[in-house]
């Protein structure tokens, strides 16, 4: 690892400034950057450590049922939080898929989101949640939902010195599950990630989100699949056409983890599980 | 590059240390406090070797800064004996054979007591999946699960 100054400040303004330099880089869990470090893919000469600010980690559901997920807040306290667990289970099973325990300790929500990883295991999650991003940097604050937020992979339309504060999840879902296609139990990256979040009313659908990662260069909503849903029941028939939707939706690649082919395949097959589990739980 | 003052509390004693920054706790536990017991592995969070409690959470050392744990209390295989009577996980590892070439027994004995120390009663598939980040490299997991299982119900029954 190469060295690096290292500033720990105590104010988002003073952390914004800071990442506003050249060569600079934010450390948050540190579970990704540090790898990077070690590796000499990442050489930053400034590393600027979130963790003394107050008030970027916790969950807290608030009085109009919203959820707000601290940017800081552990990976692994996303996947206790009774609040994420009942009310969007998704993330909390998303949270539950990435490394170890020991990782999810250190790892925070934000760093797996800011890293902008396609297959990162919250974000199937946080797209089928509608979660909302709170953004500070030198000129103020600003919130991007989250399906506007990644522009390619690693990529994302933060400015320089801006910083991910806090993921607002506007309204609970009734129900929402993620399945992780992958081969190990634990410790494995993402060869896909669905999520679906249903909202029912007497057995009708009246709103559903399909969150999918790892198919396309960035984490992307299957709109389309979405609307054939909404103001209808779950049949069989329609659970074939919103798998089929949901794959064209996908453009993904082949890499050494597993061909495109398998991986559209497998966005029908998981779309329709991932469906049928959340309005089984709705 | 300034280095930074940290105080490190090990085990329960203080140590004020001038560090580079990209120094990690496990390089800093191994060869700055003299604490060998904490293995080095794969240095890339994946083997869990390095497992240290921080603040009552088990983590992988390799991957935390120690200018990050100033302050934070840090428990190590080195700090679980207390009064010269081994910790009731320890104990089981030894009784059980949990244990071959050895390298990556403090990692999972940390990884475990973490486990215990937060609920014991967890079933045995349960165990063997939050013990996922450790790996065994002489594949020894029936009797490191046959350990972690009996220091469970030791802890449980004695709780």
Redesign the interface.
């Known amino acids: 690892?190469?060295?690096?100054?290292?500033y720990?400040p105590t104010t988002l303004a003073e952390a914004s400034r800071l990442f506003a330099q050249e060569h600079a880089q934010l450390?948050a869990g540190?579970?990704d950057i540090?790898?990077g470090?070690?590796a000499l893919t990442e050489a930053p000469q400034s590393?600027i450590?979130l963790?003394k600010i107050p008030g970027l980690a916790g969950i807290t559901a608030e009085a109009d049922g919203s959820i707000s997920v601290g940017a800081m807040a552990k990976v692994?306290e996303v996947e206790l939080s009774p609040d994420i667990q009942q009310h969007h289970t998704a993330l909390a099973e998303g949270a539950a898929e990435i490394?170890?325990?020991?990782?999810r300790?250190?790892a925070t929500i934000g760093g797996n989101i800011a890293h902008a990883s396609p297959a990162a295991d919250t974000v199937a999650g946080l797209l089928v949640a509608d979660a909302q991003v709170d953004i500070a940097g030198e000129d103020g604050e600003r919130t991007v939902p989250i399906n506007e937020l990644f522009t390619g992979p690693g990529q994302t339309v933060l400015a320089p010195g801006e910083i991910i504060t806090r993921f607002r999840l506007p309204s609970p879902t009734s129900g929402s599950h993620y399945i992780k296609h992958k081969i190990?139990?634990?410790?494995d990256l993402a060869f896909i990630g669905v999520a679906a979040a249903v909202n029912l009313e007497n057995g009708v659908i009246t709103n559903a989100r399909i969150g999918l990662a790892a198919v396309a260069p960035t984490p992307i909503r299957a709109t389309e699949a979405e609307n054939l849903l909404a103001g209808n029941e779950l049949t069989p028939e329609l659970l074939a056409q919103v798998g089929e939707a949901a794959a064209a939706a996908a453009t993904p690649i082949s890499d050494l983890r597993c061909s495109a082919e398998h991986r559209t395949e497998m966005v029908d097959v998981l779309t329709r599980r991932t469906l049928q589990t959340a309005v089984d739980r709705a | 590059m300034a280095k930074h003052h940290v105080n490190l509390k090990v085990n329960g004693d203080e140590h004020d240390l001038l560090i580079e920054p990209r120094k990690t706790l496990l390089a800093v536990l191994r060869d700055t406090v003299g604490l060998t017991g904490t293995k080095e592995g794969c240095s890339t969070g994946d083997c869990g070797a390095c497992t240290v409690i921080v603040d009552g959470k088990a983590v992988t050392s390799c991957m935390v800064l120690a200018v990050t744990a100033s302050g934070k209390e840090i428990t190590t295989i080195e700090g679980l004996a207390s009064d010269g009577e081994l910790h009731p996980v320890q104990q089981a590892f030894i009784n059980t054979g949990g244990y071959q070439c050895g390298f990556c027994t403090p990692g999972f004995i940390m990884a475990s007591k973490a486990l215990i120390d937060e609920n014991p009663d967890r079933s045995e598939e349960e165990f063997r999946h939050a013990l996922g980040g450790n790996i065994c490299r002489c594949t020894g997991y029936t009797k490191i699960l046959e350990a972690v299982l009996k220091a469970a119900e030791e802890v449980s029954a004695t709780a």
């Open positions: 690892m190469k060295n690096f100054e290292f720990e450390l540190g579970t540090i790898i470090m070690k590393v450590s963790q692994r490394g170890s325990i020991q990782i300790n250190l190990r139990e634990v410790m």
